[in-house]
């Protein structure tokens, strides 16, 4: 699979990663042999890339990728892991005192040394204009805990601030054909400053695979169900803020456009993966079949443009009115 490098890491990850918060929680329940089995599978598709959180599962997510690359020795996985989800989300709680206590608990979890990426896990907009926050973060790099630091952003003046950061070395954000906005400023300002963007909710939370209609039923613990309003965190995490009944409409448009041979889930990658400044996606996965699936999207013919300007049509359409203002 092609590599990448991430921003300011240098060090090269596949262009689709594997993320893995369907693997802690909030997607419904995943055993946690299964869980193990996305993650062989992934690897042996030739993904490098992992991204946790310590929120996954309170934990979940990070042991199991700890008990992985314990029994996969051969495996060279980049790991990007995630924190300041799991307090009550005040600037004040984002100090060293914590990050400390926060990345220790995520080497256990993880089994390691120097975690690979801790990115700050969209936290108050407030934090990215402290420098002690960035001075902290600083300090963890020296001491060895963390190799490197990011950011997970909500909204594209958040990333563009964070961008602004010498040492931040890449920027989480939501990316995919009902997502627009950081095409526009975003990605060019990455690009110019050498800091790797990864491209999350690639599948606005499935609803760009196809497969969902109007009878699906989304189980109680899934966030499909509990946070189409925000009510949990972020509305903009779930369906990527676009409400249930307009994103069918505009996906059922979307999958009209997948190439033959490629399902509407490879095509959303495929898109995402080809534009400039994108250095991974990580779309997630709740099987082998689906590890393998979002994989082989990377040895994708890049779309035509005919194709990109059609998803552009279909997101000033359908898409911008709900979203563009808000994120």
Not at 77 to 100: I, S, W
Not at 106 to 118: A, W
Not at 295 to 323: C, K, N, S
Request: aromatic residues 8%; charged residues 25%; proline residues 5%.
């Amino acid at each position: 699979m092609e590599q990448r490098v991430l921003g300011r890491t240098g060090r090269e990850v596949s262009v689709v990663g594997l993320g893995t918060w369907q693997l802690g929680a909030d997607w419904g329940r995943v055993r946690e042999e299964d869980a193990l089995a996305v993650l062989d599978a992934a690897v042996e598709s030739g993904v490098t890339f992992f991204d946790t959180a310590d929120v996954y599962g309170d934990g979940r997510s990070e042991q199991l990728i700890g008990r992985f690359l314990r029994e996969r020795g051969d495996a060279d996985v980049f790991v990007a892991t995630k924190m300041g989800r799991r307090v009550e989300q005040r600037p004040e709680h984002y100090n060293l005192a914590n990050f400390r206590a926060w990345t220790d608990r995520s080497r256990t979890n993880l089994g390691v040394e120097t975690l690979d990426l801790v990115q700050l896990h969209c936290p108050p907009t407030p934090v990215y204009s402290s420098d002690e926050v960035f001075d902290a973060l600083d300090t963890l790099v020296s001491e060895g805990r963390i190799a490197a630091y990011a950011v997970s952003v909500e909204t594209c003046a958040e990333a563009l601030e964070a961008i602004a950061r010498p040492g931040v070395a890449s920027v989480q954000i939501i990316l995919n054909p009902f997502r627009l906005k950081p095409l526009q400023e975003v990605l060019p300002a990455a690009a110019r400053a050498g800091v790797g963007i990864i491209a999350r909710v690639p599948l606005a939370s499935g609803l760009l695979s196809g497969r969902y209609t109007r009878e699906t039923v989304f189980s109680s613990d899934d966030h499909r169900t509990f946070n189409r309003r925000g009510e949990a965190f972020d509305q903009g995490e779930t369906f990527s803020g676009v409400d249930y009944e307009t994103g069918l409409e505009a996906a059922a448009e979307f999958a009209e456009l997948a190439p033959e041979g490629a399902t509407p889930a490879q095509t959303a990658l495929r898109w995402i993966v080809q534009q400039p400044g994108v250095t991974s996606v990580i779309p997630g996965a709740r099987s082998p079949e689906q590890a393998r699936a979002n994989a082989a999207a990377a040895a994708l013919e890049p779309l035509p443009e005919e194709t990109l300007r059609a998803v552009e049509e279909l997101y000033d359409r359908r898409i911008r009115a709900q979203v563009h203002h808000r994120w």
